[in-house]
């Protein structure tokens, strides 16, 4: 007999048997024993989890001799042939080679004929989203009114792609990825039984490279029991699977958190020269980054983990000067570099680019200690007390815990004493703020605020105006710019809407007087150069800098208010 690989060797044979899928196999089992079973069933879920194998139990379960039964003898002639795979009244049907309406067609006339010597006669149709659809079509009436002797099993991984007026005629059952545990436990049992003496950590891997799929863990098994003679090392099945031991990409995690692109280098050459997929060692990065996240977070993270405990805990201590933000930053990095990974015709190089910049990351605050940062710089502008920032030279990671003074702020100078002969001219409220040139430019600051707001076509206009005077209740506005500027300020209704605006500023009636700035190059050289001085000084300045720092910002534009 030809050798049976251990996904058909050990297939389960009954409901009890089946790994992982307790809700589908308790429902069916009840339906069975209550005669409750539906004419069409959809089983659906990710590859490898048991959904035609359950089909078949079903089979046998509604067509043994002393069925229905929930437990099928698995010793009847029915139960037999079913097994075998060749019984006259359960057709196995490739949906995906079996797809076209004739096919559909021959089908339905075949059903109008009793089963030959089992009570039903069974349709399992095998990736049924593969048929096309006019075939669906064809068999929409037959599925939803088939005869009593007739039921219909569909299996598929992709049940979004097929048409809800089937879904609707079938009563489905989801299946799950199967727990790595479970997988284990299965395999070391397979093992045992089969006198192969294999480490548990090698089970392990294989269960990871599984992703939830039983059949592809027992194939794998299959493989490295295939390639080895006696005792079966771990080293081995490494190599046979080209995986990746969980101890390199805790060595290269290691070496980016703690900044040392030297070594992530070093680490990823030798996975280099060894001659591994790197595209496969970026997959397994991500997904070790991802496990590093959730034991960082996560209260119970081996429920969400198929790691073992003693690999937990390495993590766990690799993570002791690591933040959950700083490992966000790293899995966001390596979420964007992926595709450039993957479509990438040097993926060493790339993937020495991705190492550089994770490495180099500078971490991110939380958002809580921007919070108080800023309420530290509102204190220090208001006491002109230093400004102190995070050093940016900790380590990545960390919270910044040391603390760098910048600047010492000097005391704002006091301000110009009131001038007496002001506050007659002006409304109480305003009285302070015209007693000198440079309140005159505070006072038409406010005054043009007020302009945008209640007339924001005249305000361009007066962007480059000045206050320049203010004598028995008249305004002398010193106006800069060309001919046409000042002929559109002079205009009387622009003039009127001025006065009324003014006057309602300093609560009594105002003039206003029109003065027109003659500038000469000379001095406009002079004041241009002066205000790149100024603009200059202005981004010097300490408390400039220590802002730039602390939120990691720029400087977009320098205005320069009073010259």
Same mark, same amino acid.
Do not use: W, Y
């Given at each position: 007999m030809a050798y049976l690989v251990f996904a058909r060797k050990y297939r389960p044979q009954t409901f009890d048997q089946v790994v992982g899928q307790p809700h589908v196999t308790q429902t069916l089992s009840n339906a069975v024993s209550s005669r409750r079973v539906a004419h069409a069933i959809l089983f659906? /879920?990710? %590859?490898g989890t048991g959904k035609t194998t359950v089909a078949r139990i079903l089979a046998k379960a509604m067509n043994? =001799?002393? /069925?229905?039964?929930p437990i099928p003898c698995n010793q009847c002639q029915s139960c037999m042939e079913i097994t075998a795979g060749h019984s006259a009244d359960v057709f196995e049907i490739d949906g995906?080679? #079996? #797809?076209?309406?004739?096919?559909?067609?021959?089908?339905?006339? $075949?059903?109008k004929y009793m089963p030959a010597n089992s009570a039903y006669k069974i349709y399992i149709i095998d990736e049924v989203h593969m048929l096309s659809i006019a075939a669906f079509n064809a068999l929409l009436k037959t599925l939803e009114e088939p005869p009593a002797h007739i039921l219909f099993f569909f299996a598929t991984t992709e049940p979004h792609k097929i048409p809800i007026t089937i879904l609707s005629r079938c009563q489905r059952y989801d299946f799950r990825r199967i727990d790595a545990q479970q997988i284990v436990s299965h395999m070391a049992a397979i093992c045992t039984n089969e006198n192969v003496p294999i480490p548990e950590e090698s089970l392990w891997v294989v269960a990871r490279e599984a992703d939830g799929s039983m059949r592809d863990a027992l194939s794998l098994l299959d493989q490295v029991v295939a390639c080895s003679h006696g005792e079966i090392s771990h080293g081995m099945v490494l190599n046979i699977l080209g995986v990746f031991d969980t101890q390199e990409l805790f060595a290269?995690? +290691?070496?980016?958190? &703690? /900044?040392d692109v030297a070594g992530a280098l070093e680490m990823l050459d030798i996975i280099y020269q060894s001659g591994k997929d790197l595209k496969k060692l970026y997959h397994d990065l991500m997904a070790h980054f991802r496990d590093l996240f959730i034991i960082k977070t996560a209260q119970r993270?081996? =429920?969400l983990l198929t790691l073992q405990p003693n690999e937990i805990e390495a993590a766990k201590s690799q *993570?002791?000067?690591?933040t959950s933000a700083a490992l966000g930053q790293l899995m966001d990095l390596l979420a964007r570099e992926e595709g450039t990974i993957r479509f990438s015709t040097q993926p060493r190089i790339a993937m020495e680019m991705a190492f550089i910049r994770m490495a180099r990351l500078t971490p991110a605050l939380p958002i809580e200690v921007l919070i108080d940062r800023l309420d530290q710089l509102r204190s220090t502008i208001t006491s002109g007390k230093g400004v102190t920032i995070c050093d940016p030279q900790a380590d990545f990671g960390n919270s910044p815990e040391e603390i760098v003074a910048v600047s010492d702020i000097p005391d704002p100078p006091a301000a110009p004493p009131d001038e007496p002969h002001m506050v007659g001219r002006v409304a109480p409220h305003t009285a302070t703020l015209v007693s000198s040139s440079q309140n005159y430019d505070q006072t038409w600051q406010q005054i043009l605020n007020m302009i945008a707001? &209640? &007339?924001?076509?005249?305000?361009? $206009?007066l962007a480059k105006s000045r206050l320049v005077d203010i004598v028995d209740h008249v305004l002398t506005l010193e106006i800069k710019g $060309?001919?046409? @500027? *000042?002929?559109?300020? +002079? %205009?009387? +209704? @622009?003039? =009127?809407? *001025? =006065? %009324?605006?003014c006057s309602e500023f300093f609560g009594k009636e105002v003039d206003i007087a029109l003065k027109e700035k003659v500038g000469h190059k000379a001095t406009d050289q002079k004041n241009k150069t002066l205000e790149n001085k100024i603009k200059t000084e202005a981004l010097d300045n300490p408390l400039v800098t220590a802002s730039m720092h602390l939120f990691n910002g720029k400087v977009v534009d320098v205005k320069v208010l009073n010259k």
């Open positions: 659906s /879920g990710p %590859r043994c =001799k002393d /069925g229905p039964s995906a080679s #079996n #797809n076209s309406v004739d096919q559909i067609r021959e089908l339905r006339d $075949n059903i290269i995690s +290691k070496a980016i958190c &703690q /900044g993270p081996e =429920k *993570l002791t000067h690591m707001e &209640q &007339q924001s076509s005249l305000a361009p $206009n $060309n001919s046409f @500027n *000042l002929s559109r300020i +002079k %205009r009387p +209704k @622009n003039m =009127k809407i *001025l =006065k %009324r605006i």
